[in-house]
């Protein structure tokens, strides 16, 4: 069964930055998109960043652009997001996502067939 990985999250205070990662346990996403969604306490699954299949077109939600960069390293097989300038706000479990139908950016959760189990953020103020 195919697995999604992620790791990096952890305790940072507001303004600094962490590095998230996931890592499939297989090599068909090569050719689809990813992305990374978060669930903040109470709130449901919303999401944050999506790459295509090449790693030249990326998509954000509005409340991180410029602050975060997600990539994708395909001889790697392995997805980054880069969070900078973190906020309070920005704490939540992140989770990545691999598409098995597209390979361009998306935001539709739908559209994800796979899910890691999720990686905790926290920002403290």
């Known amino acids: 069964q195919v697995q999604l990985v992620e790791s990096g999250g952890g305790l940072v205070q507001a303004g600094g930055s962490l590095r998230l990662s996931c890592a499939p346990s297989e090599r068909i996403f090569d050719s689809y998109s990813m992305g990374w969604f978060r669930q903040a306490p109470g709130e449901e699954v919303a999401f944050v960043a999506s790459?295509?299949?090449?790693?030249?077109?990326?998509r954000y939600t509005d409340s991180v652009k410029g602050r975060f960069t997600i990539s994708r390293d395909n001889a790697k097989n392995i997805m980054y997001l880069q969070m900078n300038n973190l906020k309070p706000e920005d704490t939540a479990v992140y989770y990545c996502?691999?598409?098995?139908?597209?390979?361009?950016?998306?935001?539709?959760?739908?559209?994800?067939?796979?899910w890691g189990k999720g990686t905790l953020v926290t920002v403290s103020s």
């Open positions: 790459i295509g299949w090449s790693g030249e077109h990326t």
């Open positions: 996502a691999a598409s098995t139908v597209t390979g361009v950016p998306t935001e539709a959760r739908s559209w994800y067939a796979y």
